[in-house]
C-alpha cells in the first residue's frame, strides 16, 4: 500500500510541476504575440 501512496505523491508533484511550467509558457507566448502585434505593425 505505501507503494502506491509513493507514485501517487510523485505523480501530483510530476503534474503540478507540469501545470506550472505550461501557466508560464502560455504567458510567454501571450505577451510575445502582443509585442508583436505593437512592433511589426
Known sequence: MAEIEKVGKDNLA???GFLSISK??????ALLLIAMA????
Request: charged share 0%; no cysteine.
Open 24 to 29: 508560464i509558457a502560455m504567458i510567454l507566448i
Open 14 to 16: 510530476t503534474y503540478t
Open 38 to 41: 505593437i512592433f511589426l505593425v
